[in-house]
């Protein structure tokens, strides 16, 4: 269905109820899809449902997880909500540099698990390392 309306939202939006059957275990499983982009047809709105769960999946549990965000440090929910913010552009920050350097740190460590404290120690050292030094 297409064409409603939120008051918050100035675009029509489309809503998609997905309903999926596991072959293997004959689970059912039923989703919404909510998307801006009227466009799209009934698979591509099940595929954008499941990258939204592997972006649950992968990047938020992870978040939560190496960030330590379930352990509220204060009452203050503007703090709170600060703190997480941060911390959030933090870990999306160190992302980016996994992402983008992803082939050059797998060939420096080939044997070694690729924690976040290893990763926040490359991506301090590339700050501090002059721009022209992997060119020397």
Known sequence: MDGFYDMDCDVPLKVAKVKERFIKT???QT????????SLGALKLRKLGHQRWKI??????AFNQQMKTKRVYTNNQNVFESLYLIL????????CFYQKQQSKLKTLYP???LTVFLLMDELHMS???PKDFEDT
């Open 26 to 28: 004959d689970k059912e």
């Open 31 to 38: 989703f919404f899809v909510i998307t801006t982009k009227g």
């Open 56 to 61: 649950e999946n992968n990047i938020f549990r």
């Open 88 to 95: 959030m552009i933090a870990f999306n920050a160190l992302k």
């Open 111 to 113: 044997n070694v698990k």
């Open 127 to 129: 700050l501090l390392l």
